[in-house]
């Protein structure tokens, strides 16, 4: 099993261009999530969804979309780069329900917005 | 509001010696409590969870963490600590939000195990 993939690890963009991250993940998972990771901050939920075609937003929303459209896959957008987006995101999966399922994370994908 | 928090940004241990990572959380009703560890360049790891019963939770590469429901606490531990324990280390909290369940991280504790 890959696990977590995510494409692509690296990206530099620049501001006002719009990109997509893919996340895919071969365990059947039902729980999908974005996060990003800036030094000092730790950990930053974004969009996270609970099945196919569900989504929901997280802590840090603004200036991301996601899409759930299969099962395994969950897409993150953004539709106008701007600097403040240069960070490190990181998609996980887990089982359904039960707030007692670890998270399994993918490898990252490095952004820089200039 | 629920919240955990990690105290210190960096933890600094001789190796052989014990370790200790502290966590603190902040939950209405039970929680469930993880640990998890990142190497440079790497997506998190799992190492640990509490869900319920035995206090002392084992985990993974030899770590422990014990489970204070008084103290609110989730410290990781371990008996003696290796170079290659250095990395980056999260304390999460899983919380229900409208039925699902949303964890929580702390910002992280850099570890540092100097030779």
């Known amino acids: 099993n890959a696990g977590v993939t995510q494409t692509p690890k690296f990206r530099v963009l620049k501001t006002g261009q719009s990109m997509t991250l893919l996340c895919a993940q071969d365990?059947?998972?039902?729980?999908m999530y974005w996060y990003r990771q800036d030094p000092g901050m730790g950990l930053r939920l974004i969009h996270y969804?609970?099945?196919?075609?569900?989504?929901a937003k997280g802590e840090v929303p603004d200036g991301y979309n996601v899409s759930r459209l299969k099962k395994q896959n969950f897409l993150l957008g953004l539709e106008s780069a701007a600097p403040s987006q240069t960070s490190v995101y990181f998609c996980?999966?887990?089982?359904?329900?039960?707030?007692?399922?670890?998270?399994?994370f993918g490898p990252g994908t490095r952004l820089t917005v200039l | 509001a629920q919240s955990v928090a990690q105290p210190e940004d960096q933890v600094n241990v001789a190796e052989g010696n014990p370790l200790t990572v502290k966590c603190t959380y902040s939950?209405?009703?039970?929680?469930?409590l993880f640990w998890y560890v990142q190497y440079p360049n790497r997506g998190l790891q799992f190492l640990l969870k509490?869900?319920?019963?035995?206090?002392l939770v084992k985990g993974s590469y030899g770590f422990e963490a014990e489970f204070n429901k008084s103290q609110t606490s989730f410290h990781l531990k371990k008996p003696s600590a290796l170079v290659s324990d250095s990395a980056l280390y999260f304390c999460?909290?899983?919380?229900?939000?409208?039925?699902?369940?949303?964890?929580?991280f702390g910002r992280g504790t850099s570890l540092i195990v100097h030779p």
């Open positions: 999460a909290v899983r919380v229900t939000s409208g039925g699902s369940y949303i964890p929580t």
């Open positions: 996980a999966s887990s089982w359904t329900s039960g707030a007692y399922n670890e998270q399994f």
């Open positions: 365990m059947n998972h039902e729980y």
């Open positions: 939950v209405s009703g039970n929680p469930y």
């Open positions: 509490y869900i319920t019963g035995d206090n």
């Open positions: 969804s609970v099945g196919e075609g569900t989504t």
